[in-house]
């Protein structure tokens, strides 16, 4: 079996154990697999970019970006304040990816992350009855 055979048979595998744990998950879960892919994502362009890998960095950072609009778009912004904060916070977190990559600037990265971490925290520390009173859908 060659190398790309094998990381081609670990993707696939990665792909299928992802899609199962996407259709068991809640949707409390899903959030927090969307914020754990994006924080995937700018941890990966962050190496691209120390190792000026411009279009793999580019990659990361587009899916980032993408998966911040998905959690965008799972606010119920009827729900008031907080959902209203979050959709400015997310909007927020993409402009600042989407700066770092044209600048090149690694520290929006760190500090973009550090905010989704902060958040994720957050969200992480809801009370069970807390998850469940909460619509997450639009």
Known sequence: MTATSRASML??????????SVTEADPHRLIVMLMDGALSRI???????D??????KSAHLQRAIAILDELRCSLDLKQGELAHNL???YDFM???????HVEDRSELLDRTGALLQEIRGAWLALPPAA?????VTR
Request: charged share 25%; aromatic share 2%.
């Open 131 to 135: 998850r469940a009173l909460r619509k």
């Open 11 to 20: 993707a696939q595998y990665q792909m299928v154990a992802t899609h199962g």
């Open 87 to 89: 959709d400015r916070l």
């Open 94 to 100: 993409g402009r600042q990816l989407l700066q770092a």
């Open 51 to 56: 190792r000026k890998a411009t279009a793999e």
């Open 43 to 49: 941890a990966q362009a962050r190496g691209c970019m």
